[in-house]
């Protein structure tokens, strides 16, 4: 792998490099900086690390049960760390919002004040789900899970992985207080058992009010440059023993293993950083052709069909206010996720990623053994049997995910049908600790539901079914619903004319029928249900067979990837999977298009210029009062002459990033990641290094709001500051 | 006045100034290359224009009636200049767009398709209106202009004054093919005689397509970076005798006296420029009061009231599709000008204009002699008596400018009332020549109008009337309208419901009657025109008296304002007026807000980048394959090595500089003005050097399109080229 700077870039190490960059010597193969490592890969990195500026033994990082790395912790849906010796963890505002939430009220308003704890006794107990995980073992189980698999195909392999995977868990999780799971590496290669720490009592400590936490909100999200101070500090705790404990007032502060410093001074532009942390999901090694699929028509027909529905809802709350009322939540919802697919389409294509995934694909196979093709072309042929049902999966899945009432029938005649089993053989989602959730989803139908909302989505998602080659078409539903756009009619009048599931009364008594197993009472839609999940049933088990077809195939893409990319000089890493993964770059100004520069920095300028008053600008006076009297001290950036505020860093960041600690080449903490940029918003699918940004805290930030302005010095002292 | 160079930007002159600039030595008075410079002031500033660069002699800019600046001419309601011995004049696509729009038919699109005449013979005829000016007198007549005035006040001022101004156009304007007209310099304290040659027969010779030559329309104006090749080529034709004629097959083209060359290489950031041309109107010397009352008063009422009208519309539409429809070009002009509102508050908030123009004042009254102060005084109250019926005269004023029965009504009654005098008496609109537009108002108004929405509009700004206190109400309305709202909407159901003027051919009898002076028939509408027009001619003369106090006092006030920036060291140009100006800077960059830079010139990649296929972003084919091949030949930029498009200035214009050509130290034509920055919205009252700046068409990609891309090597070789 090559750290190619792009030519516009101002860095501060290697000019040779650079020099060769401007010439475009490098950009054919520009993967800069690419890469969410396995800490067990980085000392076969260490050359390149120790050139991008690290000054560290790379060796140290590879095991993410010693330190640094197993400060490193998973937090709610992100990651944080420990930043004391007593178990401070640092993540984001956002990731502990819940926390905060849980112990806000009118009286004491948490969310918008912040809040301080003077003391330990002060700390406020987060809400009881709220979990922080300490990875404490990492070992590979390969053998383990694919032991009964091997041999077999489809459903049999998938059953038998999955069997062996709940297996593992389940003996790993007699051990108290700790929590298990399998990680799946490099789509089927390898297998790992993960035991975490599950702390359970984790109290708020720190959180600075909203307008600062999450100053900019939804205007600012993905937009560089940024101004938020978007971190919280909590305490996790301990029962007496030092094991993990529900919360109570005898429970002891943890004694994590190790935790991080914060630098005593900022990052500059071109300065090495590195990041730590939990990313959800990429689909970086996904096949060419699974790439010329999300480009050429999963991300249009996401639009197209979100269009669609888009232009229902509003049509309908055209003329109908409460309307508009009830179906505000979903339309926000469909027109975000409507943008972001248009973004990542935007995105996959101003980086002409399906071409370069293409030729970098065909440059592959013309390595592969000829005894080694036939499991490629075998992988071939599973996706495009997926491919050719696209369609009909795509509007059967928004059938049920975008109405309520049918969701409904669906969802308890399913349940019915599960509650028969023993609990441990139901399907997830049906299962005894999955209740409390549908029955949560059946009481929300009221505040979402219109009836001629519902059945205008519906014509418009059933109308395209009818619409589908009779291969795609499933016969239930056009039994159910007819074959013509007249017969559709005259059944969703039908159908939402007599039924009676529109009354929450009704909706949970037959609930509470269903999740006995009994046979539900006479209604419309549940007949419909009735005919429909059974067809459900069947496209599932079909869809199972397929990923296990899969899950024995793409290792064998898998290794001929790896192969390649040693030809080509660069190491594999894994699809990102909710395991830890570090990252390595550089401070790296962005410039987005055609003369616009963004600088890596940003100072508390910013916070004015952007405040207007009103939420989500509403900068709190003492912070606009503390900026305007400058007085920023030892937190002040030299060069800038001021309070910086955010920086931007071309790290190799995902959703799940969230929270993570960003490294200097001293090891030592500089900033809190928080956001991505819009350009690289596709970054899930290709890593442009032009475009792909990571957006974090500053800590000196931090440091300064806590010294400053919402003091809390006897926090900064148990940090070492 | 001093160059300062804001710290950030890259100047490739003057590095000790920089340095001091860097240490904040001159941003107190940082008016960087603030000033519209009259021609004859060009020979005082001549040491800073030769520090700024210039490579020519000043002395030779001081007349605008010989070369170089007589080559600058008005061309429609933009500016434009000679750029060959035969006539060809270069200017703006949007400004030149009625010649290309008159020209186009559904068979031969010359707007999308652009256009290219073969030859002298295939130039298409521009519309019989549009006007070329070429400025060949410029003669100061103040005694003429004050001479009968001086002694009087108020009314008579102002009478005086323009009895005198009339006189003098009218003796002017017996030479044939002349135009004259009065220009008032410092605020009535100096009168010019203008002198302009006007051409009336000119043909479209080049244009791009509108692809091109307004690429991004809307979206992008304001919005630098920009990426659009706004020019169109002209040619003036005269009579055989060389005088200005009626357009004529025989016509032959006309022989500027000297024409602009287009430079051969293009500028760098940092480099020198210059500008001329006639910008409309700017408010930079009005006192500290008028600053005030504009940011803390009428921009927020004018976003205020704006605001309410936006509502009723958006309210009605909501449920009537039809009003949604008449209304679109009324709600779109709303929001343009509440934005553009809000914009220049913005603006003038973020420069701190109040309180640097109240210091600046302050300081200047200082050193006003004891004798002077009556005359400011004078002035202070005869504003302060306009502002004590600010409210009222923006209420009555918009209650005409935004109803269409109300106004046809007024305009009535109007009508029939100056119809009685002789034609040069009347009041001005209301004479033969306007007459044409008074029926063309009338006809429009079925396209634009619905009794519900106008009764809406209506109830808003007449309940704000209601509201006032009563020294700012009119009698006349309160008798029509009532004095509480109940009253109101009586009397608006009653007016409304009883009407006929909704219908066109009873409005077009009402016109014929009006413009002979008959007495017109019974409606109610009309008679309430009856009661109001009288209060309308009342507050006119009331207005009229107020303007003669303000053209006799505020003389005084620039006098002292002039010895002020006299001391300072800084000459004093007169606000803009239509009149030709010259402005001299640099191309320099955009810091628009933290962390974001703009560079100061643009390429093509921005196209390509912009390019979505749809309008206004839908570059041509032909464009976007000249770019795709790279073929740029002498016209790419040395150091970008690619095809600039666009750059940016910190040259000091305004509206009415459309067209205005921009010139390097040599004098040679290297831009062509088109727009302004969104974060300069402002400078029409304050010019703030970190924000203002100007865009122009780079001369190389003009050069690019006419000889790779649509190519017309005709004439580049008669410019030259």
Known sequence: MTNATPATSRPRRRPALVALACLGVLAAHAHADEGMWMPSQLPQIAAQLREAGYAGDPASLADLTTAPLDAVVRAGGGTGAFVSGDGLVLTNHHVAFGVIQYNSTPERNLI?????????????????????????????????????ARGTSGRAYFDAVDAAGKRIVSECEREAGVRCSIANMYSGTDFYRIRQLELRDLRLVYAPPRAIGNFGDEIDN??????????TLLRAYVGKDGKPAAHSPDNVPYQPPSHLQVASDGPREGDFAMLAGYPGITYRHRTAAEFAEQVEWT?????????ALIGVIEQAGRDNAQARTLYASQLQSLKNNRKRAAGELEGLRRSDAVRQRGADEVAMLQHVARDKRGDLQALDQVLAQASAMRERDQLLGLATAQTQLLRAALQLERLRIEAAKPDAQRESGYQARDLALVEGTLKQVQRRYDPQVEKALLRTLLRRH??????????????????????????????????????????????????????LQADPLLALAAQLVPAQ???????????????????????????WRARQGRPLYPDANGTLRVSYGRLERLQPRDAVTYAPVTTVAGITQKHTGQAPFDAPSPLLEA???????????????????????????????????????????????????????????????????????????????????????????????
């Open 537 to 563: 049933m069947r496209l599932e088990d079909e869809r199972k067979a397929r990923d296990g077809e899969l899950l024995r195939l793409r290792p064998a893409y898998m290794a001929e990837l790896a192969a």
């Open 299 to 307: 991300l249009p027909a996401r639009v197209d069909v979100f269009d």
């Open 112 to 148: 918008d004040n912040g809040f301080i704890a003077g003391d330990r006794s002060g700390e406020l107990a987060a809400n009881p789900d709220f979990r922080v995980l300490v990875t404490v073992g990492f070992d590979r189980v390969t053998d383990q899970v694919l032991g009964a």
């Open 466 to 519: 009818l619409a589908l080659p009779a291969a795609q078409r499933v016969a239930e539903f056009d039994a159910a619903f007819g074959r013509t756009p007249a017969e559709l009619e005259t059944a969703l009048d039908a159908l939402y004319a007599g039924t009676a599931l529109g009354d929450e009364a009704v909706r949970l008594a037959l609930f509470a029928a269903a999740r006995e197993g009994r046979p």
């Open 627 to 721: 900026i305007a009297k400058g007085d920023f001290g030892g937190t002040a950036d030299p060069a800038l002459g001021t309070q910086t505020v955010n920086f931007l860093t071309n790290l190799d960041t995902t959703g799940g990033n969230s929270g993570s600690p960003v490294l200097n080449a001293r090891g030592e903490l500089i900033g809190l990641n928080f956001d991505s940029n819009w350009e690289a918003v596709s970054a899930s699918w290709w890593f442009d290094p032009r475009y792909k940004r990571a957006v974090h805290v500053d800590m000196r930030y931090m440091r300064w709001l806590m010294e400053k302005v919402y003091p809390a010095p006897h926090l900064l002292r148990e940090m070492g500051l």
């Open 222 to 231: 993905f937009m560089w440059p940024r101004h938020t101070g978007d971190f």
